[in-house]
């Protein structure tokens, strides 16, 4: 060993940073230091990591209703089926070109790819009409009609029957312009014709935005709940619901917006049973004789009798 060594009592930090061969030991303590700390978060977090599982967007649950516009249902015309189905025009094609844009794009893409911006983390995601496979009704002609026309709510597509039949024939013809898709057969016309009776025209249905609809449901509501308390409160034998309730107005209230509980004891008992006391109901009422929930049953068939 060279006489010149000289074994150091003090590091000299200075010469650590200008000698990069010494930097090695300090690389490794930071590495080390990283690990433990990350490990000791990971150790400590795991149960909540584990929780938080990547959540995909369900089609159903998407709101895609925002753009519709009231509308006054309106007598259509029928068609030549052959004719449209068969021999589309450019000014045909183009105003299908116009409506995909209108009403496709934000889901489908510009170009069709399903690639649109409302598209994202849509589960299933929206069609690819490019791809040949994974279509659910099939990705001929009579096909994508009966997609537009019915629509595919468990796939969170809506149906477009609201538009014309030229108008869909438009858009089909449009979308089959993007990829090679399986020549129209007559037979495939015929049977979509009987199907649907295109050629005989047909009246749409009015149209109303969710907007507009949400209001008047819960006017209905409103409405229907002051007539059934306005019964209560004119009748004379109301004891088996007041016996039975913590809150008469709830309890009513909770029975308003659906009928079926009218005509089927198993759920009305399921309706009161299943959210007591919340509902207004006593909780009480799981000590009901049979016949004592047929009278409670039918006083408040009674009070809701409001037509």
């Excluded at 990350?38 to 584990?50: F, L, W």
């Excluded at 995909?56 to 189905?85: C, M, P, Y």
């Excluded at 030229?166 to 858009?171: A, C, L, M, V």
Aim: glycine share 8%; charged share 25%; aromatic share 8%.
């Amino acid at each position: 060993m060279s006489d010149n060594k000289k074994y150091q009592t003090e590091v000299d930090f200075k010469q650590i940073f200008s000698t990069p061969s010494r930097w090695m030991g300090l690389v490794y303590l930071v590495v080390l230091v990283s690990i433990i700390v990350a490990g000791k978060y990971y150790v400590q977090h795991q149960d909540n990591i584990s929780d938080n599982d990547t959540k995909f967007i369900n089609s159903i649950d998407v709101e895609r209703h925002d753009n519709v516009v009231d509308q006054k249902g309106q007598l259509q015309e029928g068609i030549d089926v052959a004719e449209l189905g068969n021999n589309p025009t450019p000014e045909l094609i183009a105003n299908g070109k116009e409506l995909f844009q209108a009403n496709c794009v934000s889901c489908h893409g510009e170009n069709g790819k399903g690639d649109g911006p409302a598209g994202g983390g849509l589960n299933p995601p929206p069609r690819n009409f490019h791809a040949e496979e994974g279509w659910t009704n099939g990705r001929n002609f009579a096909d994508m009609y009966k997609t537009l026309e019915e629509g595919i709510i468990v796939n969170g597509m809506n149906s477009f029957n609201q538009l014309s039949v030229k108008e869909r024939f438009g858009i089909i013809h449009y979308i089959r312009t993007f990829a090679s898709f399986p020549d129209v057969s007559e037979d495939e016309l015929s049977n979509l014709d009987l199907t649907y009776s295109l050629a005989d025209g047909r009246t749409t249905k009015n149209q109303i935005s969710l907007e507009k609809a949400t209001k008047l449901v819960a006017k209905d509501k409103t409405t229907n709940f002051k007539i059934v308390k306005t019964n209560f409160n004119q009748s004379s034998d109301v004891a088996i619901v007041t016996n039975n309730t913590l809150d008469v107005d709830r309890a009513l209230y909770s029975l308003n917006g659906t009928t079926d509980w009218k005509s089927d004891m198993s759920k009305f008992k399921k309706l009161i049973l299943s959210d007591l006391p919340q509902n207004g109901f006593n909780t009480k009422v799981v000590n009901l004789t049979d016949e004592e929930w047929i009278q409670l049953h039918s006083k408040l068939v009674g009070l809701y009798s409001v037509n």
